[in-house]
Nanobody, 114 residues
Framework: VQLQASGGGLVQAGGSLRLSCRCSGITVSGNDMRWYRQAPGKQREWVALIRSGGATSYGDSVKGRVTISRDNVENTVYLQLNSLKPEDTGVYYC?????????WGQGTLVTVSS
């Protein structure tokens, strides 16, 4: 199983980014898929979840500014980040649990300048 995150970059406060997590070895439609982030010097924080059935949920710090979605054909999970703030800066990871194993992608860095 491999999760390959991409789409990070440098953006000004108020801007937007769309992160992608291309998956292999699993189907995104058959698994609960999550995004986490880790700011410098802080613990990893859960950001968003899309369940295999399609239901979504979000962390309080991003609710209303973030949308998680998936493309079953591309086998990719997306995270749309809007109204970005400097405190959204961090490495964003996609994650799933497969056969009782926690699977992490390599992360993609988002930097939001003020």
């Amino acid at each position: 199983v491999q999760l390959q995150a991409s789409g990070g970059g440098l953006v000004q406060a108020g801007g937007s980014l769309r992160l992608s997590c291309r998956c292999s070895g699993i189907t995104v439609s058959g698994n609960d898929m999550r995004w986490y982030r880790q700011a410098p010097g802080k613990q990893r924080e859960w950001v968003a979840l899309i369940r295999s059935g399609g239901a979504t949920s979000y962390g309080d710090s991003v609710k209303g500014r973030v949308t998680i979605s998936r493309d079953n054909v591309e086998n990719t999970v997306y995270l749309q980040l809007n109204s970005l703030k400097p405190e959204d800066t961090g490495v964003y990871y996609c994650n799933t649990i497969n056969k009782l194993k926690n699977i992490w992608g390599q992360g993609t860095l988002v930097t939001v300048s003020s």
